[in-house]
């Protein structure tokens, strides 16, 4: 691992150097940010208040190599009581996001490698949007407006626990295998984007166990050390984005994601997230129902926002976007429920804040 980070800082270091002095940044954006939240349930009481500043970079490098990065920092106060994991204690953080290289030698063929954000399968309820060192193969055609491929994935699972909030674990190999195909069709009238993936995890630590029994999972064991899940993590997960522009300023979509493992057994082995969403003009009201079992996926690595496994529940948001200063207010809540007794219990979460977007082209 350490040589692996080696290499990429000698990677990034020469790429840097050639955006400085020889090219300039083809794309520059970036995003400020401040957001509240507040948790509550028996295990975990928080308030927290956090901005947040991310730096988005494209650079070509020669006419088939361009080098991507995605970084900023969060600073967050507030009070977080919890009785097993820290997930919401507030931090002071530098935070990567994408480090990455993207090679196409044709325009069917790109290949991708670097700390790659796994927020671009969304799917929530199997990754959230954190980077994992790795590397992606994909072959993509293109027909009118009809855009499919296929794709492999090879990745190291970040071990840096939701964003660092939890500190690093050192032990382990872990991997993570991924193989799908995807589909895009855009239009004036309807947008689909649909993405299925056969996927594998391999060789996750005790430690990474340790943690997910907090979070919903079957393990075993009782310390860091010791620990381990009862089921393996192998399966499907599929996702797709649906949305109709009924007029100049009003549209509606659908979503929606399904993951199972076939390593567990029923009534624990499978995931599903559906939403709904109204856009008038300026303003986005969303709706979204979700129920994941304990062991579709580990919850090490999924969303906080949906409370990582073995849950159900339903949220939503308004976002009102003013299109020609780039900024957004939104406010969000989720319920969310529970079958645990100790471990986890029923909770409700709220979200709100500002966002505001840069472009220097």
Not at 151 to 156: C, D, E, G, P, R
Not at 303 to 325: F, M, Q, V
Request: charged share 15%.
């Amino acid at each position: 691992m350490k040589l692996t980070i080696y290499l990429l800082l000698c990677l990034f270091t020469g790429v840097a150097h050639a955006a400085l002095f020889n090219n300039p940044p083809t794309h520059i954006k970036a995003e400020a940010g401040i957001a509240a939240l507040t948790v509550d349930d028996q295990q975990t009481e928080a308030r927290v208040v956090s901005f947040s500043m991310f730096g988005n970079i494209k650079q070509t490098v020669l006419t088939d190599l361009e080098a991507q990065v995605i970084a900023g920092a969060i600073l967050e106060t507030g009070s977080n009581e919890s009785l097993f994991v820290d997930e919401f204690k507030p931090r002071q953080d530098l935070v990567l996001k994408e480090a990455s290289l993207n090679y196409s030698p044709i325009e069917q063929i790109v290949l991708k490698a670097g700390a790659l954000n796994q927020g671009e399968y969304n799917s929530p309820l199997l990754l959230t949007d954190s980077a994992f060192v790795g590397a992606k193969e994909s072959l993509n055609f293109e027909i009118a407006d009809y855009r499919f491929g296929f794709f492999l994935a090879q990745s190291v699972p970040s071990n840096h626990f939701l964003t660092n909030r939890l500190g690093s674990v050192d032990e382990g190999a872990p991997s993570l295998l991924m193989e799908g195909i995807s589909m895009h069709l855009g239009g004036d009238v309807m947008f689909f984007k649909a993405q299925a993936m056969r996927f594998k995890y391999n060789n996750l630590s005790a430690n990474v166990a340790y943690n997910s029994q907090f979070l919903g999972n079957s393990t075993g064991g009782s310390s860091t050390s010791t620990t381990f899940f009862l089921y393996d993590f192998q399966g499907y997960n599929a996702n797709f984005n649906l949305g109709f522009n009924l007029g100049e300023e009003l549209s509606i979509g659908f979503k929606g994601q399904y993951l199972y493992n076939d390593k567990a057994p029923d009534n624990r082995n499978t995931g599903y997230l559906l939403g709904f969403n109204f856009e008038y003009g300026g303003f986005k009201l969303d709706l979204e129902y979700f129920d994941n079992q304990s062991d579709s996926a580990p919850a090490f690595y999924n969303s906080a926002l949906y409370g990582h496994n073995d849950r159900d529940g339903y949220g939503g948001g308004l976002t009102w976007t003013l299109s020609k200063e780039a900024t957004q207010i939104y406010i969000r809540a989720y319920k969310l429920n529970t079958n645990q007794k100790i471990l986890m219990s029923d909770s409700t979460r709220a979200f709100a804040g500002l966002k505001r977007s840069f472009s220097f082209d």
